[in-house]
C-alpha cells in the first residue's frame, strides 16, 4: 500500500540506478566502528555528561518552499527532545536554488515557533573534486557543493542535518573525501545539529548500496551520528534493517526515511515500529498534514529524559491480532508511556477498541490521551493477582497511556530502563573526526594573513668541528590555497647582518616536496592513525597520534609521525614528522612544528603554525652535511586590508623572494616589467671569489689566497654535485651522484693538492731536532661509495691514492736519508650518524705504501720495511647548544689512533689537514694515540661582528718524541664580519698555550675574504 504513495522527485532519481547490483557478504564488521556508543555520538567531551537523546522522533519531510504542516495548539508544545521535526529536503540540486536559503529559513522560523525540530537534508553527489592532495586540502564544501554556504548560513541552528548520497558508485574515495568535508563544515557551523548520512536503498539486492561499507570504512564514520537508509517499503522489517546496518557501523543510531505515507499517523506507526531497533529518526513525505498535531501532543508528553523501556506491553484488537505499540520511560520513573498508533506490525490501520496487557499490577492509573483531539481520560487501575489488562480504543486515531506507578518501598524500588553510566574514551577516528570540526571553524575564519618569517638555517659538515648559519628574514605573505610568498629584507651569515644592496640567490637545498599532508582531508585518503595514549603540552593534555602511510600509497613523498591534539578543544597543537621515501641527495628529514595563538579580527585567537624546527641530513660531495633549521613566524596580521598594497610594495623591492610552488621553493625575480615571476629553473651553481694569506710556521713564507670556489649541486639537471677550489697554491675539487642509478647508493670523486712543500719537524723530548726536518707536499684522489642504512646513519667505503714527495729542509743534516717518494692506497671504512645536533663519526683505514726505502740516520728503530702497511681509526662525538640571539656552544671529543705507524704515517696535528688543535703549526705535533677535545663559545656584537672563542685540548702518546699520554692545549679566537663590496671577512688566530715548555711555539693565522658572483 505504501508503494503507491511513493515521491515522484524520489522515483526520477532512482531511475538511474543499476538494476543488477549483487550483495556481497561482508567479511567482518569494521573493528573502529564497532565501539561508536551513543555518549560520544551526542557531541559530548570524554568526561562529559551526554545529554538526553531522542528514542521516538517523527519527522515529516517537505521541499524548500512547501506548506508547512498545521501545528498543534501551543499549550501542547513542550521542547521535547523527542518533539517531532521538518526535514526541508533540498534535493536534486534544489539547494543551489536562489529561493533555498529564504525557504529554509522562513520554514525554520515557523517550525520552532510551533515547538519542532528543524532539519535539512541536502544531495552529496558525485562531484568532481580535486585529485591534488594541496588543492584538496584547501577547499572548501562551498566551492565544492553549490549552494551550500547560503543554505547552511540559513539553517544555523538546525537539530538535524543530513548530507544523502544518491547513486553511490563503486569507486567512493571522491564521495568519501566529499562527505567528510561537508560534514566537518556542517559540524563547525551548525554545532547544534546531529549529521547523519542517508544511504539509499538499491533496486534489488542489500538494503545497504554495495559500497557502503569502503565509504564507511576507516575514519569516514566517525564525521557522522547517525546512519540512515532510504527505504523502498515502509514495512521492512525494521529488524533487517537494524542488522544490515550493523554490518557497516555497528549499534550507530538511525535515521529512517520511507516513501511517502498517508498523514502523520501512518509516520507515528513506523516511528514506533522502528524505535525498537534503535532508529530514532523517522521521516517520510506525507500526503496529508492535517493530522500532524498529533504528532506534537506525543512530544509534549515525553518532555525529559526517555529512554526505550522493555517491560512488556501487549496491544490487541478485538479479534486479537497484534497492534504496535511502543513504550519508553524517564530513567527515574517507573511508570512511563505506551504509545499505540492503531496500525498492525504488517502497517495496516486498525481502528477500533483494543486490549493493553501490561506486565505486572504496579500501576495505580492511567491517563489516555487521544492524540488527534488533544482529550484525555483518566482512570485507576485496581490492584489484582494477575497483570493489569486495560480496555482501550483507537477510534479517533493514535493513543498514549501515560502510567502512574503504585508507591513502593524504597528498598523494592526498581529502574525501568538501564542507563549506561560508564565514560567511554574516543577512538582515534572520532578525535581526527572532531579535530577535522576545530579545523573547519578556524579555517571559516580567515583567507590570508601577513607576517614576519625569520628562517635559520645551521650547517654542520661531516668530519669538521665547526658550522655555519645562515638567516633570513622578512615578511611573509600567505593565502589560503596558494602558499606562501616570502621576501628576504634582511639576511644574516652567522649572526652578522649581510651589509651588501642583495644578498645572493644561493642554490635552493629541499627535500621532494611531501604530496600530501597529515591531519589533511584529501581523495585519497593517505594516512592512518593509531592512539599511542595522552600527553602534556605546553602544559595542555593532548592525546598523542602516531600516523604514518597507508600501504597503497607509500611510493609517494609523505610523512611518518606524532600529532598532538588537544582533548580540551581538539585543536592541534604539535606536529612531528619525518619525510618517507626521500630521492635523490637528501637522506632524511625530521621536523617539528608548533601551533601558537595570533590575534584575528573577530577577537577569538586563531591557532596557526608559529614555528618549526627541523634537521635534514644530505648526501653531500661523499660526505654527510646536517642542516638545523628554525622558522618562526611573528607579528601575524589575519586579513588586513591593506594585504594586496603590502605584498605589492615588497614585490617592487630589490629584497630576494621566494614562492611555495607544486615544485617546492623556487626563486620570484622580476621580469622586464618588473613584476615578479616564478624562476621554474631554479638556481643550483654559484661562483665565489677568495682572497687572503695563511701564516704558519710550517711554510717558509705566509701563503697567499687568491682563486675561485665554484659550486654546482644539479649538474647537467640530473642531481649530480661539483665543487672547485682553486686559490693559487691549492687545488680541490669533488664530484659526487647521490642517487647513483636512481638508488640510495652514492658515488664521488674527490681531489686535493698543494704546490707548496710544508716542513714536518721532528721534537723529543720537548727540543725541535732541526736536523731531522723534512719538507714534504701531496696530491690525493678518492673514489667514494656510500650508503644509508637508516634514517641518521650512512656507511661509506673510499678507495684512494696519495702521492706524497719529500725534499731536504735547509737545516736537514748531511746524514740523515730523506723518505722515499710514494704512492700511498687506503681503504677505509667510514660511519655516521646524526641525530638532533649530536653527531658520532667512526672510520677505519688501512693504507699500503708502493715503497718505502730505509730513512732517517742509519739504524733508525722507527723504519721498519713492515711499516709499508699501516692504520689509522678515529671515534669523535660532538654536539651544537643553540642559543638565543645567535649563541652558540659547540664540543667535541675524539679518540684517534694508529697501528704499525711511523713518523710519516702517525696521526699529525695543524689548521689544515691533519687533526684540528688550535693554535699548532702543521706537522710539529704528532701521535700513535690521542684523546682530543674541543669547546667553542660564540656571540655576536651587534649584528655587525661575530666572535668566537676556541680552546682545543689533546692528550697524546708516541714513544718516539717521549710523550707518555701529555698534555697540549691551543685557545685562538674566531672573527667574522661583512667587509666592503659585499664581501665576508673571516679571521682565524690561535697558538699553543699547553705545551709551550715542549718547544710548542708561535701562531697561527688565517684571514679569508670570500665574495659572490
Known amino acids: 500500500m505504501a508503494q503507491r504513495f511513493r515521491a515522484p522527485a524520489r522515483t526520477a532519481r532512482r531511475a538511474g540506478r543499476s538494476a543488477s547490483v549483487l550483495f556481497s557478504p561482508p567479511f567482518a564488521p569494521v573493528a573502529a566502528l564497532a565501539c561508536v556508543l551513543v555518549a560520544a555520538l551526542a557531541g559530548a567531551g570524554p568526561a562529559s555528561a551526554a545529554p538526553p537523546r531522542p528514542y521516538l522522533v517523527p519527522w515529516i519531510a517537505v521541499s524548500p518552499g512547501e506548506p508547512l504542516p498545521p501545528p498543534a495548539p501551543p499549550d501542547a508544545a513542550g521542547g521535547s527532545v523527542n518533539a517531532p521535526g521538518i526535514l526541508l529536503e533540498a534535493w536534486g540540486g534544489t539547494l ?48 565544492l557543493l553549490p549552494g551550500f554556504d547560503a543554505a547552511l548560513g540559513a539553517a544555523r541552528d538546525a537539530d538535524l542535518v543530513v548530507l544523502s548520497l544518491p547513486d553511490l558508485p563503486d569507486d567512493v574515495r571522491a564521495r568519501r573525501y566529499l562527505l567528510m568535508k561537508v560534514a566537518a563544515e556542517v559540524r563547525a557551523r551548525v554545532p547544534s545539529a546531529r549529521v547523519a548520512v542517508l544511504l539509499h536503498q538499491p533496486r534489488s539486492g542489500p538494503l545497504f548500496p554495495k559500497a557502503a561499507r569502503e565509504l564507511l570504512s576507516d575514519e569516514a564514520a566517525a564525521y557522522v551520528d547517525v546512519l540512515g537508509l532510504d527505504l523502498d517499503d515502509a514495512r521492512t522489517e525494521p529488524a533487517a534493517v537494524r542488522a544490515a546496518a550493523d554490518e557497516l557501523a555497528f549499534a550507530r543510531p538511525l535515521l529512517v526515511r520511507t516513501p511517502r505515507l498517508p498523514d502523520a499517523a501512518a509516520l507515528l506507526a513506523a516511528a514506533a515500529r522502528f524505535s525498537a531497533v534503535d532508529a530514532p529518526f523517522v521521516a517520510a513525505p506525507l500526503a496529508s498534514t492535517a493530522d500532524a498535531p498529533l504528532l506534537d501532543r506525543l512530544g509534549s508528553l515525553l518532555v525529559g529524559d526517555f529512554a526505550r523501556d522493555a517491560r512488556a506491553s501487549d496491544a490487541r484488537d478485538a479479534s486479537g491480532g497484534a497492534l504496535e505499540a511502543a513504550r519508553l520511560a524517564p530513567a527515574a520513573d517507573l511508570g512511563g508511556v505506551v504509545v499505540i498508533p492503531g496500525f498492525t506490525p504488517a502497517g495496516a490501520e486498525a481502528r477500533g477498541p483494543l486490549v493493553l496487557t501490561l506486565e505486572a499490577p504496579d500501576y495505580v492509573s492511567a491517563e489516555v490521551v487521544e492524540l488527534a483531539t488533544g482529550r484525555s481520560r483518566r482512570f485507576a487501575i485496581p490492584k489484582t493477582a494477575g497483570p493489569p489488562r486495560l480496555t482501550l480504543s483507537t477510534a479517533n486515531g493514535p493513543i498514549a497511556v501515560v502510567l502512574a506507578p503504585r508507591e513502593k518501598p524504597k528498598e523494592e524500588a526498581t529502574r525501568a530502563a538501564a542507563a549506561v553510566t560508564a565514560v567511554r574514551g574516543l577512538t582515534v577516528e572520532e578525535i581526527l573526526a572532531k579535530h577535522q570540526v576545530w579545523r573547519a571553524a578556524r579555517d571559516a575564519r580567515w583567507t590570508r594573513f601577513v607576517g614576519t618569517n625569520r628562517t635559520s638555517i645551521r650547517f654542520r659538515f661531516e668530519g669538521l668541528d665547526n658550522s655555519f648559519e645562515l638567516s633570513f628574514e622578512g615578511p611573509l605573505f600567505y593565502e589560503k590555497g596558494k602558499g606562501f610568498d616570502w621576501a628576504w629584507s ?9 651589509r651588501g644592496k642583495k644578498f645572493p640567490t644561493l642554490p635552493l637545498l629541499q627535500p621532494e616536496k611531501v604530496s600530501e599532508l597529515p591531519l589533511t582531508l584529501t581523495f585519497n585518503d593517505a594516512y592512518r592513525y593509531e592512539l599511542e595514549g595522552e600527553t602534556k603540552v605546553a602544559g595542555l593534555p593532548c592525546w598523542k597520534l602516531k600516523f604514518e602511510p597507508k600501504a597503497a600509497t607509500s611510493v609517494e613523498p609523505l610523512y611518518a609521525g606524532t600529532v598532538y591534539i588537544a582533548q580540551a578543544d581538539f585543536s592541534v597543537r604539535r606536529v612531528d614528522t619525518r619525510q618517507l621515501n626521500l630521492t635523490g641527495e637528501v637522506q632524511s628529514a625530521d621536523e617539528t612544528t608548533d601551533f601558537g595563538e595570533v590575534p584575528a579580527p573577530d577577537g577569538k585567537p586563531l591557532l596557526l603554525p608559529l614555528k618549526t624546527r627541523g634537521q635534514w641530513i644530505v648526501k653531500t660531495f661523499s660526505r654527510t652535511t646536517t642542516l638545523e633549521r628554525t622558522t618562526e613566524l611573528t607579528g601575524v596580521s589575519i586579513d588586513p586590508p591593506d594585504f594586496e598594497a603590502r605584498k605589492k610594495a615588497v614585490s617592487s623591492s630589490d629584497s630576494v623572494m621566494v614562492r611555495d610552488t607544486d615544485q617546492g621553493i623556487r626563486y620570484l625575480e622580476k621580469n622586464k616589467e618588473g613584476e615578479r615571476v616564478v ?75 698543494s704546490a707548496v712543500r710544508g716542513s714536518d719537524t721532528l721534537y723529543v723530548d720537548g727540543t725541535e731536532d732541526k736536523a731531522q726536518t723534512v719538507k714534504s707536499r701531496g696530491a690525493a684522489a678518492n673514489l667514494n661509495v656510500g650508503y644509508p642504512v637508516a634514517r641518521h646513519l650512512k656507511l661509506t667505503g673510499t678507495v684512494g691514492a696519495t702521492y706524497r ?16 717518494d710514494t704512492w700511498v692506497t687506503r681503504l677505509e671504512g667510514r660511519a655516521a650518524y646524526d641525530l638532533k645536533g649530536w653527531s658520532l663519526i667512526g672510520r677505519y683505514g688501512w693504507s699500503f705504501r708502493s715503497r718505502w726505502e730505509p730513512w732517517g740516520y742509519p739504524g733508525n728503530p722507527d723504519y721498519g720495511p713492515g711499516k709499508d702497511r699501516f692504520q689509522l681509526w678515529e671515534v669523535r662525538l660532538s654536539k651544537d647548544f643553540r642559543l638565543p640571539r645567535f649563541q652558540r656552544i659547540r664540543g667535541s671529543i675524539s679518540w684517534v689512533g694508529t697501528r704499525n705507524a711511523d713518523r710519516f704515517s702517525k696521526i699529525s696535528f ?30 655576536v656584537l651587534g649584528d655587525v661582528f661575530r666572535l668566537e672563542g676556541i680552546y682545543e685540548h689533546a692528550v697524546v702518546k708516541d714513544s718516539a718524541s717521549g710523550l707518555d699520554w701529555a698534555s697540549f692545549g691551543g685557545a685562538g679566537i674566531s672573527g667574522q664580519f661583512s667587509g666592503p663590496w659585499s664581501t665576508l671577512v673571516q679571521v682565524d688566530a690561535g697558538l699553543p698555550v699547553v705545551g709551550r715548555e715542549r718547544g710548542q711555539k708561535g701562531f697561527v693565522l688565517n684571514l679569508v675574504f670570500l665574495k659572490s658572483f
Open 96 to 143: 543551489a536554488a536562489e529561493t533555498t536559503p529564504g525557504a529554509i529559513a522562513q520554514a525554520f522560523a515557523a517550525a520552532r515557533l510551533a515547538g519542532r525540530k528543524t532539519g535539512l537534508s541536502f544531495d552529496v553527489p558525485e562531484l568532481p573534486v580535486p585529485s591534488d592532495a594541496r588543492e584538496a586540502e584547501a577547499a572548501s564544501a562551498g566551492s
Open 490 to 498: 634582511t639576511a644574516y651569515v652567522n649572526g652578522v647582518r649581510w
Open 679 to 753: 624562476v621554474q629553473d631554479a638556481k643550483t651553481a654559484r661562483l665565489f671569489g677568495l682572497g687572503g694569506v695563511f701564516y704558519d710556521d710550517s711554510y717558509d713564507y705566509p701563503l697567499p689566497l687568491l682563486g675561485l670556489y665554484y659550486i654546482d649541486l644539479d649538474v647537467a639537471k640530473k642531481k649530480r654535485q661539483l665543487q672547485v677550489f682553486f686559490a693559487g697554491v691549492i687545488l680541490a675539487g669533488s664530484y659526487n651522484d647521490p642517487s647513483l642509478f636512481g638508488t640510495k647508493l652514492d658515488l664521488g670523486v674527490d681531489v686535493f693538492g
Open 805 to 820: 714527495d719529500y725534499a731536504e729542509d735547509s737545516d736537514t743534516a748531511p746524514g740523515f736519508a730523506v723518505p722515499s
Open 910 to 939: 695543524g689548521f689544515y689537514g691533519g687533526s684540528s688543535l688550535r693554535g699548532f703549526r702543521s706537522g710539529s705535533l704528532r701521535a700513535e694515540e690521542a684523546v682530543v677535545a674541543r669547546g667553542a663559545y660564540g656571540f
